[in-house]
C-alpha cells in the first residue's frame, strides 16, 4: 500500500484522493475501479469531481475496530489502477 493512504482510528478506515490531469483520466480510472471492485466484493465508498476521486475503505461490519488483511490488500490493488503520474498525490 502507498504512503498515500490516511489512517483513520474511528471509525477504522483509510482514506486516499487522488488527482487527475483531466475528465477523462477521472473516469477511466473509475472504470478500473468498478471492475475491480465487481472482482473483489466490495464497494468502497467513493466521490469525484471531475479531475479528482476520494475513497474510504473501511469494514462492512460497523462493530469492527480495525481494518482486516483483505482491506489493506483492496488498498494495494486500488494502488495498482493509479496512473504512474498520480502516485505522488
Not at 500500500?1 to 474511528?10: A, C, Y
Not at 468502497?44 to 469492527?64: A, C, K, L, N
Request: glycine fraction near 2%; include cysteine; hydrophobic fraction near 30%.
Amino acid at each position: 500500500m502507498s504512503d498515500n493512504w490516511i489512517t483513520r482510528k474511528r471509525p477504522p478506515r483509510l482514506e486516499r484522493r487522488i488527482e487527475f490531469s483531466d475528465y477523462e483520466e477521472t473516469r477511466e480510472f473509475l472504470e478500473r475501479a468498478a471492475e475491480l471492485s465487481e472482482s473483489q466484493g466490495y464497494y468502497p465508498d467513493m466521490s469525484f469531481g471531475r479531475t479528482h476521486v476520494s475513497i474510504s475503505i473501511q469494514p462492512e461490519d460497523s462493530s469492527t475496530e480495525e481494518l482486516s488483511d483483505e482491506l489493506i490488500r483492496y488498498a494495494h490493488l486500488v494502488d495498482e489502477l493509479v496512473p504512474a503520474k498520480c502516485l505522488s498525490n
